[in-house]
């Protein structure tokens, strides 16, 4: 008997209709004889609706008692799949993470998996019974509930996946799978039948949506393979696999895989900051230290022993990110702070890149031929990202995507 990890979305489970549609769907898997984990997220916008709420009452709300908000989603949809299975006469059982074994670090609102105990799964499915997991959520050393960072049932999914040993993973969304561009940006996308580990991870990191980063770095290190698909057609979706490294990038012959796009970007400046050694150092090290990740990072030349140094954040971390900015700022002598909320990365990623001179010539042309000013450049072996102005983003997608010859 094969073990099937099957993890809705929020569209897929966003009211009550889709919820009897997606227990009609696991109980199909049951009854066609396999033993089936299932997860879910929170119903439709349940989670944005929960952070609007909080952002509501406080400006800096505290992480813990976040988690304590944003876990109740994912709580009532377990509950009401749970409910629409035994109504198909399937023996069902909604657990939260922690309940299902997910033991986290103590890091509220982006907790890592630290362990998965598979044991509880396994009792459940020994006994002909279905679990429903809440995704999202883990439960921390101190027995808090903690939340594994927007996006975090995907990784739920992969790590029970890795726990039980499943024979398949598959992630079911609104969507068919993996494409060459977001299709709300871009017309004529085509979807991938393969992406390997490490494009899915800059694709996903760079704003592709479709599945968590971290999900796909969970899957990459216990060899999961992912199957992405949708809840509502039956299409073979997008394999995110090891072998795809050549095999994707040889079928397809190009060396650009996809474009990414992320609108969720900030800017901050420190402008006129004492060109000597430490400086860096010290602004980066706080923002590690209160779990703030930077992105693209620029220093300009020295003129007259002052430099600017300017980098990108999440926005959500805009508030945050610049309080510790100013503090810097000040402490080192930097003339001043700037934020800018008004711009987009796009990235062009693909495994082919790293053995092809001339991608990001082409790149750049293709933006420079629309007149879209580039503000920062970050590359790594198989992704090249630019920042532009907010309102160009979305041509500056299709711009890449075309240049790139992605289209169908
Ligand atoms: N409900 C959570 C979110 O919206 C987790 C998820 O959907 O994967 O981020
Ligand atoms: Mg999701």
């Not at 809840?231 to 397809?252: H, N, S, V, Y």
Request: with cysteine; hydrophobic share 45%.
């Amino acid at each position: 008997m094969s073990i099937v990890v099957q993890k809705f979305g929020g569209t897929s489970v966003a009211d009550v209709e889709r919820i009897k549609r997606v227990a009609g769907r696991v109980a199909a898997t049951v009854r066609a004889g396999h033993q089936v984990v299932v997860v879910v997220s929170a119903m439709g916008h349940t989670t944005d609706e929960l952070v609007d709420l909080a952002a509501a009452i406080s400006s800096r709300p505290d992480p813990q008692t976040m988690d304590v908000l944003l876990a109740t989603g994912e709580q009532v949809s377990i509950a009401l799949v749970a409910l629409a299975l035994m109504e198909l006469g399937i023996r069902a059982r909604a657990l939260l993470g922690g309940e299902a074994g997910i033991r986290t670090d103590g890091v509220h609102q982006r907790a890592r998996v630290v362990a998965v105990d598979p044991e509880p799964l396994n009792t459940w499915l020994a006994r002909g019974v279905t679990p429903v997991v809440a995704g999202f959520q883990g439960v921390a050393p101190d027995g808090t509930i903690t939340t594994l960072g927007r996006g975090g049932s995907d990784l739920t999914a992969v790590a029970l996946a890795a726990a039980v040993r499943a024979d398949a993973c598959e992630i079911y969304s609104d969507v068919a799978g993996i494409y060459t561009a977001d299709p709300r940006i871009v017309p004529r996308v085509r979807k991938l039948a393969v992406v390997s580990y490490e494009e899915m991870m800059e694709l996903s990191s760079l704003g592709a949506q479709v599945l968590q980063g971290r999900a796909v770095d969970y899957a990459r290190a216990h060899g999961v393979t992912i199957h992405a698909r949708s809840t509502f057609e039956d299409g073979p979706g997008t394999l995110i696999t090891e072998q795809a490294k050549e095999a994707g990038a040889m079928e397809r012959g190009q060396v650009v895989t996809g474009v990414a796009y992320d609108g969720q970007v900030a800017k901050i400046c420190l402008i006129g900051v004492p060109d000597r050694p430490g400086v860096a150092s010290r602004i980066f090290s706080e923002l590690g230290r209160h779990n703030i990740n930077v992105d693209m990072i620029v220093q300009s030349v020295d003129r007259n022993q002052v430099t600017d140094l300017c980098f990108t954040v999440q926005r959500a971390d805009l508030t945050r990110a610049l309080d510790l900015a100013r503090e810097v700022a000040s402490a080192v002598g930097a003339a001043g702070v700037s934020a800018d909320e008004n711009v987009a990365k796009v990235s062009a990623v693909g495994a082919g890149m790293a053995d092809h001179p001339g991608v990001a010539a082409t790149m750049f042309a293709a933006l420079a031929e629309r007149k879209i000013n580039i503000q920062m450049i970050s590359t790594s072996e198989i992704k090249i990202s630019c920042l532009v102005d907010a309102e160009h983003g979305h041509e500056a997608v299709r711009a890449i995507h075309e240049a790139f010859g992605l289209g169908e």
